[in-house]
Structure formats: C-alpha cells, structure tokens
C-alpha cells in the first residue's frame, strides 16, 4: 500500500519566501528569455541557442541538484520542480535541457563525481542518454546491443532508439549487454558506459539519423548504430547497468509532472488572454459560459496537479521517496496536461491549429508527456501491482 505521507501540527507551507524568490527568478526568465526564443524557433524546428544555454548555466540551472561542494546549487527536488514548471511553461525541450546536467548520475563512484559534476553544474558537461532499442521501449530489459571486452575497453555494437540530444551532447551513457540474456533473471548483464564526445558530433564508430517528431522540438531525437564504437568507462559495475537505469525515476517522474504541469498552465494562461482578446457575437468569447467553465476546469486540473507534485517532492526531499506515488503524479500530471492542452487549442478555434500561437505547441508536447519517462499504462502497472499485489501476472 502506499504510505501516507507524515503530517505536522503547524505544517510549513510548501511555498517558502526562498522557493517563492526562486519561482519569480525562474518565471522571469522563462517569459523574457525562453518564450520568445520557444515562438520563434519551434514552429520550424529549430534547435535551442547556445546563448540560452550559457544563460541557464549562469543562473545555476545544470546543477540544481548538483551538491555544492562540486559547485551546484545543493537544492531539492522541491526546487528542481519549481524551475521546471517555469521553463516548462515557456517550451518544454528547455525544461528537459536541465536534466542533462544533473539527472543520469547515479552509479558515479567519487572519481567521476569529482571529474565530471563541477562541469555537470556549469552546463559544460551535458548528456545523451541510450538505453531504449526498437524493442526495449517500456521492456528494457529486453535490450541487445551488447559489448565484447577489448583490452581496458570495451566495443559496442548494436542499435538505441529515442536518443535525445545524441549531437549536442558532451557524452553518451550508453547501456549494454556484457553478459547473454538469462530468460529467468532478464535484467542481468547489462552494463552502463560513459562515452565523452565533442558537441556536434557523434562519437567514432557511432552513426545515425534523426527521428521525425511531431514535437519536442528545439534539439534532434536519434536512432544509433554502433559499430565496433570504442568505450573504456564503465559507470557502477559490470552487469549491473539495469539498477543505474532505473535507479533516479522517482526524479525523472516528478520531472515530468512538472513539465506536463508547466504545459498545462501556459495553456490556460494563454487560453485567459485570448477568451479576453477574441470577439464574436459583438462580445469577447470569454462572456460565454461555455469558455468560462472549460477554464475553470483547466485551472482546477492544473492546481490539482501542482498539489500531488508538492506532496511527493516533500516526501522526497524528507528522505522518504515513494516510487509508486512518483508514478501517480507523473500518471495524473501528464493525463490532465493532455486534456487541458487540447482545451486550450479548443478555445483558440481555427487559431489553435496554426502555429502562429504556442496553443498547439502545448498541445503535442503534452501528448509526449504521457510516453516517456514510462507510459501511463506502466504507471498504471506499478500503482495497481503495489495496490493489489501482481496476482500472477507476467514480470
């Protein structure tokens, strides 16, 4: 069963004057710097600037999480939802942006920690992450890229789907085979690797192709073929990738929440401004009931949603993580993000489908939202095997 979360006389409230100072810091930037940027480039694909990246890294955005002895922020996850529901808000590829500095860690041992977060922080040290195959999406586990040992290294040959920033990226962590597939225990023998590139290319022996995306634009998704591809950095121990896969999801989750959460809310607040701004019948459609309880609904869902989230990143940030009401609120966050988004669009009628608003930006990403990071039917898997036991069912 799922614990109830622990509660005080006089709880303190979630919204601190610090997290406040930093909600208005992020706010701030996301609406001046990142939503003009988001207008300009997304309806043709383009990809995000390196002058917004360098922006993001002086305010300390790839090291949120980041201890500060290595110099990060040494923030929660309480803080790290509250930047990204901002960034989210203004275009969700640069709130996904921040978790390459700061989110694919676990497994460093002290050496890594010590060479790789002090950049990780300054947004010099950014990652590409390839673990799905074209069949090792939800089932990873059944992955076959595999790697031989050759010398101190290793070679790996095979194919990854969904790799996300492959180009762009300082690094590739890059998980495979070292051991053959055992059908009794099938998350066994697969090992993490840490592969350091240049930006703007893919490492030797690595090739590939962009994915065409209907969204989630900004950066370029890959398909890769490994080829002989050269590694001789191991990230945790030989066989034991799996665990350093699934080992932050609670943060990956609550990440998406937030940024589903931050789509939801720029279509609402979008939504607002064009009920007061679009006149018809000699009135703004704003006056109609119809549009007025669409938008009381989007508001009521979206505030729902920040609750949850709140709740889980305090029990987070308290040191009791719950995987399974990580999975709740990614399940709820991204289901109300799709209804809300496409309400949104409703409302701006003919305008909605063009991309000369950001209603239907909202609208495609918050459909991906529901897909990565775990569908909602995983989710679904997880909560319900904690509620009522797996009764049988396949693992």
């Known amino acids: 069963m799922v614990a109830a979360p622990t509660t005080e006389a006089h709880p303190v409230p979630f919204l601190t004057e610090d997290r406040l100072a930093i909600q208005a810091m992020a706010r701030g930037f996301a609406m001046k710097e990142v939503l003009p940027v988001a207008n300009e480039l997304d309806p043709v694909s383009g990809e995000i600037p390196m002058a917004l990246r360098a922006k993001m890294a002086e305010l300390g955005f790839f090291g949120i999480l980041i201890p500060e002895e290595y110099g990060g922020l040494g923030l929660g996850l309480s803080e790290y939802a509250i930047i990204v529901e901002e960034l989210a808000r203004a275009w969700m590829s640069v709130a996904s942006l921040i978790a390459r500095g700061q989110q694919f860690t676990a497994g460093f041992n002290a050496d890594q920690r010590e060479r790789y977060l002090p950049a990780m922080a300054r947004g010099e040290f950014l990652s590409a992450f390839a673990l799905s195959e074209a069949e090792a999406g939800s089932d990873v586990a059944n992955m076959s890229c595999r790697a031989t040992q050759d010398g101190d290294g290793w070679r790996l040959n095979g194919q990854k789907m969904w790799c996300t920033f492959a180009d762009g990226s300082d690094y ?205 039917e995983i989710q679904m898997k997880i909560i319900s095997d904690a509620l009522l036991g797996r009764m049988g069912s396949r693992t």
């Open 172 to 376: 590739l962590q890059v998980f495979a085979r070292t051991e053959a597939a055992d059908p009794a225990h099938r998350s066994r023998g697969v090992t993490c690797f840490l592969m350091p590139k240049d930006r703007g290319t893919l490492p030797p022996g690595v090739s590939g192709n962009p994915v065409r995306k209907i969204g989630y634009h900004g950066w370029k998704t890959w398909e890769l073929s490994f080829e002989d591809a050269y590694a001789d950095e191991v990230v945790g121990e030989l066989g034991k990738g799996f665990r350093i896969a699934m080992g932050d999801l609670d943060t990956a989750r609550i990440h998406t929440a937030a940024r589903a959460i931050g789509l939801a809310r720029g279509a609402l607040e979008d939504s607002i401004a064009y009920a007061g701004e679009r006149v018809q019948f000699g009135r703004p459609i704003g006056a109609n009931q119809a549009i007025r309880f669409k938008i009381a609904d989007m508001a009521t869902q979206v505030e729902a949603a920040r609750a949850l989230m709140y709740q889980v990143c305090t029990e987070v940030d308290a040191g009791r993580p719950s995987p399974v009401q990580a999975s709740m609120v990614k399940l709820f966050a991204s289901e109300m993000a799709e209804r809300v988004t496409s309400e949104g669009l409703q409302i701006h009628g003919g305008a909605g489908y063009t991309t000369d608003f950001p209603a239907e930006r909202y609208w495609r990403d918050a459909r991906l939202t529901k897909i990565f990071e775990g569908t909602s």
